[in-house]
C-alpha cells in the first residue's frame, strides 16, 4: 500500500514555543491530506483538510491561527502548532487519500505531542 | 446522536473465542465503511472494508446494513496479536474524502 511518513514520532517542548510536523507521501502524490488529533481514549477528531496550493480547510472550534498548514508540494504537508501550552499535548496524525483516487486513507505513525 | 457510536468495550476474551463489534453511524448518505485497527500509540490501520453484500477476510468478517445505518465486525478463532482497538469508520461520501471515526472498541485477547 501506499506509504505516509510524519516526522517527528515524539517531541517534547516549553510552553510557548511552536512545534513543526511534517506529513510526507513517499511513493505517490498527495493532492488532499488530513490532520487529526487524538487524545488519550478518545476517537480521532479532523482538524483539518490541507489542500495543495490552497488554503488548508479547518473544522469548527480549530484555531486556524494556532494551528498553521502548509502543503506546498504534492508530497508534503505540514502542521505547525503555534505558541503550544500543555493543552495541545496529543497524538497528531495525518492521513492521505491513497493514490488512483482511493477512497482509502493512508496514516502516517503519528507524533505524540507533550507541551511542558 | 453521535455520527459514527461503537461499542464501549473493553472486551476481554479468552484465546480461540469469537468476538462481535457493533457500529452505527448517523448519516444514511455514507457511502464508504471501514474497519480500521489502532494499536497502542500507533496510527490506525486499515483492517477491511465494508460492503454491502458482506466480506470476509480469513478470520474477519464484516457486515453492512445500510437500512439499519449498522455494521459489524465479527472475528472467529481470536488470537492474542488481535489485541488491540477497533475503530469504525465511515465516509460521508457526497465527493468528501473526509473519514469519521468511532470512538473505537478495545480488545483484549487473554492467554
Known amino acids: 500500500g501506499a506509504v505516509v511518513s510524519q516526522h517527528p514520532s515524539w517531541v517534547i517542548c516549553k510552553s510557548g514555543t511552536s512545534v513543526k510536523i511534517e506529513c510526507r507521501s513517499l511513493?505517490?502524490?498527495?493532492?488532499?491530506m488530513f490532520w487529526y488529533r487524538q487524545f488519550p481514549k478518545q476517537s480521532l477528531m479532523l482538524m483539518a483538510t490541507?489542500?495543495?496550493?490552497?488554503?488548508?480547510?479547518?473544522e469548527q472550534g480549530v484555531e486556524k491561527d494556532k494551528f498553521l498548514i502548509n502543503h506546498a508540494s504534492l508530497t508534503l504537508s505540514t502542521l505547525t502548532v503555534t505558541s503550544a501550552h500543555p493543552e495541545d499535548s496529543s497524538f497528531y496524525i495525518c492521513?492521505?487519500?491513497?493514490?488512483?483516487?482511493?477512497?482509502?486513507?493512508?496514516f502516517g505513525q503519528g507524533t505524540r505531542l507533550t507541551v511542558v | 446522536r453521535k455520527e459514527v457510536e461503537q461499542d464501549p468495550g473493553p472486551f476481554n476474551v479468552p484465546e480461540g473465542a469469537t468476538v462481535a463489534f457493533n457500529c452505527t453511524y448517523s448519516?444514511?448518505?455514507?457511502?464508504?465503511f471501514f474497519w480500521y485497527r489502532q494499536d497502542c500509540r500507533k496510527e490506525p490501520k486499515l483492517l477491511m472494508s465494508?460492503?454491502?453484500s458482506g466480506n470476509e477476510d480469513g478470520r474477519f468478517t464484516a457486515q453492512l446494513n445500510r437500512a439499519s445505518q449498522y455494521i459489524s465486525l465479527l472475528i472467529r478463532d481470536s488470537k492474542l496479536s488481535d489485541s488491540a482497538t477497533y475503530l469504525c469508520?465511515?465516509?460521508?461520501?457526497?465527493?468528501?474524502?473526509?473519514?469519521?471515526f468511532g470512538k473505537g472498541t478495545k480488545l483484549s485477547v487473554i492467554p
Open positions: 492521513s492521505a487519500r491513497g493514490p488512483r483516487r482511493s477512497t482509502e486513507a493512508f
Open positions: 511513493d505517490f502524490q498527495a493532492t488532499t
Open positions: 490541507s489542500n495543495e496550493g490552497s488554503k488548508a480547510t479547518y
Open positions: 448519516n444514511s448518505a455514507s457511502q464508504s
Open positions: 465494508v460492503y454491502s
Open positions: 469508520v465511515v465516509n460521508p461520501g457526497a465527493g468528501s474524502y473526509q473519514l469519521t
